[in-house]
């Protein structure tokens, strides 16, 4: 992709919060003039997709303030609104409070300890192993599959979709005839404002589209979780819903909203990572090559594919004090949001930021976030990517090129690709 044009200082501030843009592509060029012009933006937010209107936020665009608003959490608080752009029912509030992600320091230290004593050396390496078998056993059913029709493989549906619902399903202890279950729960909170993956939003008594994040609408994923937690109880296995099921420290309530927390974002990283770095290996075949052949790292690799296609778009903190930001005033109370491809494509840290760099170093991302709140299963995703791009050079060893356009998620929030066609040669 080419440098988007620099727009003139008097343009209008664009708009980047319309979840259907980000249907056709990342709104490079609305993001280079915010960082230019309006660093940080005030941004409306009018009735789009069924979806109510709200009252507005400041975008936050330059790489520099969105690390300042990721680590500065006295400041701007993931407790005080939650950590979605959209304002949540007041009555939910209190119930999104309970997941890790939407609170601060020292509370949200407590939960991080707890779940990450579920993660141990032996089952992570246990893990590594199993992840690269089934990268393996994936991607030579979909190439063949491919070299025995039209030669033409979708990466989404044919691969990365189950890659990392079966990746999660093996990680949590959850059996493989309940993984639908987990898809189901990710595409109906995740991919909210997309109609292809959620439909037309369902009605509460009130007759307003209800929020998938309310107790209501997650009732059904936390009956299964206790149901599980009960037979792990009763059936212990060296898994993650075992630990946690088992641990004297974690409530009932703690224990539904690491299950959520794990269910969605556990799948979705990975799920909208891994064809988003696919993608660009495919539209720079020399890049390809280049990783193909070990001419570059794959460490680093992975860095400049998670830089330009980082699996989070947005996220949301509330101001807890009057403050300033690149020189905007910040009222208590106002939300404030991230825009995480923003930042990585800043000029001002990255040179030419929008070449695809496979060396580039240092590479200061902020795919993962930054801060407190720096994602925990960042190790994990890092672990499922390596496997499934050494293992695409090997299945595919001429060539990745693209079939056709791919599908984009209509969402402000999550970077996923519901399609991704790809061409596989004869070798």
Same mark, same amino acid.
């Given at each position: 992709?080419?440098?988007?044009?620099?727009?003139?200082?008097?343009?209008?501030?664009?708009?980047?919060f319309d979840p259907r843009q980000y249907g056709?592509?990342?709104?490079?060029?609305?993001?280079?003039?915010?960082?230019?012009?309006?660093?940080?933006?005030?941004?409306?937010?009018?009735?789009?997709?069924?979806?109510?209107?709200?009252? &507005?936020?400041?975008?936050?665009?330059?790489?520099?303030?969105?690390?300042?608003?990721?680590?500065? !959490?006295?400041?701007?608080?993931?407790?005080?609104?939650?950590?979605?752009?959209?304002?949540?029912?007041?009555?939910?509030?209190?119930?999104?409070?309970?997941?890790?992600?939407?609170?601060?320091?020292?509370?949200? *230290?407590?939960?991080?300890?707890? =779940?990450?004593?579920?993660?141990t050396p032996k089952r992570v390496d246990h893990?590594?192993?199993?992840?690269?078998?089934?990268?393996?056993?994936?991607?030579?059913?979909?190439?063949?599959?491919?070299?025995?029709?039209?030669?033409?493989?979708?990466?989404?549906?044919?691969?990365?979709?189950?890659?990392?619902?079966?990746?999660?399903?093996?990680?949590?202890?959850?059996?493989?005839?309940?993984?639908?279950?987990?898809?189901?729960?990710? +595409? +109906?909170?995740? &991919?909210?404002?997309?109609?292809?993956?959620? &439909?037309?939003?369902?009605?509460?008594?009130?007759?307003?589209?209800?929020n998938p994040r309310s107790p209501s609408a997650?009732?059904?994923?936390?009956?299964?979780?206790?149901?599980?937690?009960?037979?792990?109880?009763?059936?212990?296995?060296?898994?993650?819903?075992?630990?946690?099921?088992?641990?004297?420290?974690?409530? !009932?309530?703690?224990?539904?909203?690491?299950?959520?927390?794990?269910?969605?974002?556990?799948?979705?990283?990975?799920?909208?990572?891994?064809?988003?770095?696919?993608?660009?290996?495919?539209?720079?075949?020399?890049?390809?090559?280049?990783? +193909?052949?070990?001419?570059?790292?794959?460490?680093?690799?992975?860095?400049?594919?998670? *830089?330009?296609?980082?699996?989070?778009?947005?996220?949301?903190?509330?101001?807890?004090?009057?403050? =300033?930001?690149?020189?905007?005033?910040?009222?208590?109370?106002?939300? =404030?949001?991230?825009?995480?491809? !923003?930042?990585?494509?800043?000029?001002?840290?990255?040179?030419?930021?929008?070449?695809?760099?496979?060396?580039?170093?240092?590479?200061?991302? %902020?795919?993962?976030?930054?801060?407190?709140?720096?994602?925990?299963?960042?190790?994990?995703?890092?672990?499922?990517?390596?496997?499934?791009?050494?293992?695409?050079?090997?299945?595919?060893?001429?060539?990745?090129?693209?079939? &056709?356009?791919?599908?984009?998620? %209509?969402?402000?929030?999550?970077?996923?690709?519901? !399609?991704?066609?790809?061409?596989?040669?004869?070798?």
């Open positions: 992709m080419s440098d988007p044009a620099p727009a003139p200082a008097e343009t209008p501030v664009p708009d980047v056709q592509g990342i709104p490079h060029d609305h993001y280079r003039h915010l960082r230019d012009h309006h660093p940080v933006a005030w941004q409306e937010e009018p009735e789009v997709l069924g979806w109510p209107a709200g009252p &507005g936020f400041w975008a936050v665009t330059r790489h520099e303030d969105v690390v300042r608003v990721l680590k500065d !959490s006295a400041t701007y608080s993931s407790y005080l609104g939650a950590t979605q752009i959209r304002d949540p029912d007041p009555d939910d509030l209190p119930f999104i409070r309970r997941m890790m992600l939407n609170q601060d320091p020292p509370h949200h *230290r407590r939960l991080r300890v707890l =779940v990450s004593r579920a993660f893990f590594a192993e199993v992840v690269r078998e089934r990268a393996r056993s994936l991607l030579t059913r979909a190439v063949t599959e491919a070299r025995a029709g039209d030669g033409i493989c979708d990466l989404v549906t044919q691969v990365t979709d189950d890659y990392a619902l079966l990746n999660l399903t093996d990680l949590l202890g959850v059996p493989d005839t309940d993984r639908e279950l987990l898809l189901h729960w990710t +595409r +109906r909170v995740i &991919g909210y404002q997309d109609p292809d993956e959620a &439909g037309s939003p369902a009605l509460g008594p009130d007759g307003k589209p209800l997650l009732r059904d994923m936390f009956d299964y979780a206790h149901a599980l937690a009960a037979h792990k109880r009763r059936h212990p296995a060296d898994d993650v819903m075992t630990s946690l099921a088992t641990d004297p420290e974690l409530t !009932s309530p703690e224990l539904e909203m690491f299950f959520f927390l794990l269910v969605v974002a556990g799948n979705d990283t990975v799920r909208s990572a891994a064809p988003g770095g696919l993608h660009l290996l495919a539209e720079h075949p020399e890049a390809y090559r280049s990783l +193909r052949d070990g001419e570059v790292g794959l460490t680093t690799a992975m860095d400049e594919l998670l *830089r330009r296609h980082p699996p989070v778009l947005t996220f949301r903190r509330t101001a807890r004090e009057d403050t =300033v930001l690149a020189g905007t005033r910040i009222r208590t109370g106002d939300k =404030v949001v991230v825009f995480h491809a !923003s930042a990585n494509h800043d000029e001002r840290v990255f040179p030419a930021p929008y070449a695809l760099d496979l060396s580039r170093s240092p590479n200061p991302h %902020v795919s993962f976030g930054d801060g407190p709140h720096v994602c925990l299963g960042a190790h994990f995703a890092r672990l499922q990517l390596r496997a499934l791009y050494e293992e695409i050079c090997r299945a595919l060893p001429a060539s990745l090129e693209p079939a &056709g356009p791919p599908r984009r998620l %209509v969402s402000n929030f999550i970077n996923g690709l519901k !399609s991704l066609p790809v061409q596989v040669a004869d070798v």
